[in-house]
């Protein structure tokens, strides 16, 4: 090998080589369920615009005189214009100049090292958007205990989640904030951060390099959790994060003025979902089944079909004990030809609704999505993750002010939905 450069161009050609596009899309598809199974499409523009008719024309009389008086001092059918922006997400590989040089006889450990590093990150990038999809867009990924932290406090490294399954969105290395409030709040601290060290997933516990509050002087139990970056230090952000389905259905009937993408849905409550909440009236303590059987009846009446579930494994595991309504085992195809298990529950209104599991779904709430309303909108790319390289420069970036070299994956994209009644929002306790 003639030297450095010589490897540059070899590092290049090796990741054209196994980094086609089938292989990165196997990478992305391997993550959240409700990630690979949405719609996937490309736009352009400032904002990703579209038109959403809600509703018939109420103009409609057996008296004409009555429906030509109606047509002129009342709009027709309803249309709206949603305009949503885009958000983006970036992963970044780096091999330094020494491990190059190391390598240099040897080009196959540094290819390998180094593709490596592609790999974590794009599944990174790809988990980041698995949890994204089912959150509101703030970029939180957990909760403290409220009980002062499981009883630990917060001067000494552990953080007690306040649900155990959020544990899957951590990974050693991330760089944590704090806010009291998912969105009407700053970040605690100007914004500083404690770094993890150790994620225990099965009992929900994520051991940080340091005590809590020595990182983030005001943190307390019951705080919203953040990646850095993914979150505005603000009293009244802006999401920064893609508005996942708990931004289109939120798991309260929004009654206040609000500028939701162009959309004032507190007059109109068409414009979320379906909402079945087993915290309070008829449904109080309802089972996951019922809520779904009572959510999906619901969504049905405004034009919703062939729902598919979404739920976390936790939920799916009550209802086979449950074992109450009729159901089957089935199998879904996925993107790529990847297969997914899943249980078709059957509706007394008639067909079947498909339950799949997706350990990202936040486990306090169940989603049954008409996955033909739903989609995944990216900018002037439907790839997720992809390599940033709309310059030309390449995949592997030579670093200006460094001795190594970099990649870098990501995406620019939305979500939008054109008949958010029809899609179910489940709260529960």
């Known amino acids: 090998m003639a030297g450095i450069g010589a490897g540059f161009t070899q590092i290049q050609n090796g990741l054209k080589r196994r980094f086609d596009q089938p292989y990165v899309n196997t990478i992305a598809w391997s993550r959240g369920k409700l990630a690979a199974m949405l719609a996937k499409?490309?736009?352009?523009?400032?904002?990703?615009?579209?038109?959403?008719?809600?509703?018939?024309?109420?103009?409609?009389?057996?008296?004409?005189?009555?429906?030509?008086?109606?047509?002129?001092?009342?709009?027709?059918?309803?249309?709206?214009?949603?305009?949503?922006?885009?958000?983006?997400?970036?992963?970044i590989a780096r091999i330094?100049?020494?491990?190059?040089?190391?390598?240099?006889?040897?080009?196959?450990?540094?290819?390998?090292?180094?593709?490596?590093?592609?790999?974590?990150?794009?599944?990174?990038?790809?988990?980041?958007?698995?949890?994204?999809?089912?959150?509101?867009?703030?970029?939180?990924?957990?909760?403290?205990?409220?009980?002062?932290?499981?009883?630990?406090?917060?001067?000494?490294?552990?953080?007690?989640?306040?649900?155990?399954?959020?544990?899957i969105n951590f990974d050693k290395g991330m760089l944590l904030q704090a806010a009291s409030t998912q969105a009407a709040s700053a970040l605690r601290s100007a914004g500083t951060t404690v770094k993890v060290l150790s994620v225990q997933f099965q009992t929900g516990r994520v051991t940080c390099t340091g005590n809590l509050n020595a990182g983030i002087a005001a943190i307390a139990a019951g705080d919203f959790l953040?990646?850095?970056?993914?979150?505005?230090?603000?009293?009244?952000?802006?999401?920064?994060?893609?508005?996942?389905?708990?931004?289109?259905?939120?798991?309260?009937?929004?009654?206040?003025?609000e500028n939701f993408y162009n959309l004032d849905r507190s007059l109109d409550g068409r414009l979320q979902f379906t909402i079945a909440d087993a915290t309070t009236g008829t449904l109080n303590g309802a089972t996951e089944e019922e809520v779904i059987i009572s959510g999906i009846t619901e969504a049905r009446r405004w034009g919703g079909q062939n729902h598919t579930v979404f739920l976390n494994p936790t939920r799916m595991k009550n209802i086979i004990l449950q074992g109450t309504a009729r159901r089957?085992?089935?199998?879904?195809?996925?993107?790529?030809?990847?297969?997914?298990?899943?249980?078709?529950?059957?509706?007394p209104s008639?067909?079947?609704?498909?339950?799949?599991?997706?350990?990202?779904?936040?486990?306090?709430n169940i989603f049954a999505l008409d996955m033909k309303s739903i989609k995944y909108v990216g900018l002037g790319s439907n790839k997720i993750p992809e390599f940033i390289d709309d310059d030309g420069a390449g995949q592997v970036l030579r670093i200006s002010d460094d001795d190594g070299v970099e990649s870098r994956t990501g995406f620019y994209g939305t979500i939008a939905c054109n008949n958010p009644i029809g899609n179910l929002t489940g709260k529960m306790a």
């Not at 949890?131 to 509101?136: E, I």
């Not at 970029?139 to 001067?155: K, Q, R, Y």
């Not at 199998?331 to 509706?347: D, Y």
């Not at 067909?351 to 936040?362: Q, R, S």
Request: glycine share 14%; proline share 6%; charged share 15%.
């Open 226 to 257: 953040f990646p850095k970056g993914d979150r505005q230090d603000s009293a009244t952000p802006v999401r920064q994060c893609v508005p996942g389905v708990l931004a289109w259905g939120p798991t309260a009937q929004i009654t206040a003025t």
């Open 350 to 364: 008639g067909g079947e609704a498909v339950l799949i599991d997706d350990a990202f779904c936040p486990v306090d």
């Open 328 to 347: 089957r085992n089935v199998q879904v195809k996925g993107p790529l030809g990847m297969g997914f298990s899943a249980i078709a529950l059957e509706m």
């Open 96 to 167: 330094s100049g020494k491990a190059m040089r190391a390598a240099k006889s040897n080009m196959g450990g540094m290819f390998g090292r180094f593709s490596g590093q592609l790999d974590g990150m794009m599944r990174g990038v790809m988990k980041r958007f698995s949890t994204q999809v089912y959150r509101a867009g703030w970029g939180d990924i957990g909760t403290i205990d409220a009980t002062n932290n499981g009883g630990l406090g917060v001067a000494q490294p552990i953080i007690v989640l306040g649900k155990p399954e959020d544990a």
């Open 41 to 91: 499409t490309a736009g352009d523009g400032d904002k990703w615009t579209y038109g959403l008719a809600i509703g018939d024309s109420p103009n409609v009389s057996a008296d004409f005189s009555v429906a030509q008086a109606l047509s002129a001092t009342d709009p027709s059918t309803q249309l709206y214009q949603p305009q949503i922006d885009w958000y983006t997400q970036y992963g």
